[in-house]
Structures are given as C-alpha cells and as structure tokens.
Nanobody
C-alpha cells in the first residue's frame, strides 16, 4: 500500500451504526497520528476525529459522544465506530496518516457513508 485504504462505509437509517476501518500498513514515514475527515459535494473537507501515536483522542463537537476513534500502532490501523447516526453525517469519509517533523500526510481515497432520514 502506498496510501491508506478505508473500508466499512454503506447505507444506514438514522439512529444506526457503522464501523469504518483504515489500513495504512504501507506508509513508511514515521506516523505521529491518524485522523478521519469527511466531505460532501460543494463543501470543504471537515475534520472529524484524531488519535495520536500516544493514544490521545480528539473529536469534533458535532460527533463527540457518538463516534469513537481507536487504533493499533504496530499495524498503522485506525477505526471509527459511529453510533446514533444522523442524516447530516452523510459524507465521504477519508483517513489521513500524518507526521509533524517534518509535516507530511497521506490520504486515502474515501468511503461513502449515507444516512437516510
């Protein structure tokens, strides 16, 4: 792999759950953290959640309490457990592996999440 690969997207009804996965085992730079973003057509990409290599998790206010990010450092793998989904969660979800020294990032191609009302 030369970029992260997302999986787990799909179509669910409001109130349902999905678990997204991101595999970045092919990334060779030193990864300091991994993040999830989402984007809908015509809108800017929105940050959703981050987990650092030290295990610190951070969430956007819009998903806090509903989404949980977790990871496995040894395999450069990250997950996003999404619960109590809302129609406004509908987007393409992207995984990013990143470092800050020097700044580097590698993006996946995204996985579609659609939440029906």
């Amino acid at each position: 792999q030369v970029q992260p690969v997302e999986s787990g997207g799909g179509l669910v009804q409001a109130g349902g759950s999905l678990r997204l996965s991101c595999a970045a085992s092919g990334i060779i730079f030193n990864i300091n953290g991994m993040s999830w973003y989402r984007q809908t057509p015509g809108k800017e990409r929105e940050w959703v959640a981050t987990i650092t290599s030290g295990g610190t998790a951070m969430y956007a206010d819009s998903v806090k309490g509903r989404f949980t990010i977790s990871g496995e450092n040894a395999k450069n793998t990250v997950f996003l457990q999404m619960s109590s989904l809302k129609p406004e969660d509908t987007a393409v979800y992207y995984c990013k592996a990143w470092s800050n020294a020097p700044p580097r990032a590698s993006w996946g191609q995204g996985t579609q999440v659609t939440v029906s009302s």
